[in-house]
């Protein structure tokens, strides 16, 4: 979305970073479970209500069943009882915003033993 030269020009970067950058597939899908938490969906039903792309979701729910934030039963999900989404999302929230100020990492300047957490 284009904004004005005079926002352009005054607007902290921060600011204008936040400004172009929406929420990502995963952030909108756990939101939508997260807010429905007593309820289950199709993954038709989550993209309707979500508007992430159709070769999307079933690679979100995936990841997000991976880190244990959502479930699934036959072809329904849903937020898993335990799940703390806020803190899911306020941490996926920190992780955009600190590749979007610094950049993706790079493993391979990470150095020597950054692969062992054991230092072995």
Do not use: C
């Not at 329904?76 to 306020?90: G, I, K, Q, R, S």
């Amino acid at each position: 979305m284009p904004i004005d030269v005079e926002e352009f020009e005054e607007a902290a970067e921060t600011d204008l970073r936040a400004a172009g950058s929406g929420p990502t597939n995963a952030e909108r899908v756990l939101g939508f479970l997260g807010e429905h938490d007593d309820q289950a969906f199709t993954p038709k039903e989550i993209r309707g209500a979500t508007d992430v792309p159709r070769g999307s979701i079933g690679v979100v729910l995936s990841r997000l069943e991976e880190r244990g934030v959502v479930r699934h039963r036959g072809e329904y999900w849903a937020v898993e009882p335990d799940a703390d989404v806020d803190t899911a999302l306020t941490t996926a929230q920190v992780a955009r915003a600190a590749s979007d100020r610094l950049g993706a990492e790079d493993p391979s300047e990470w150095g020597p033993g950054a692969d062992d957490p054991e230092g072995e």
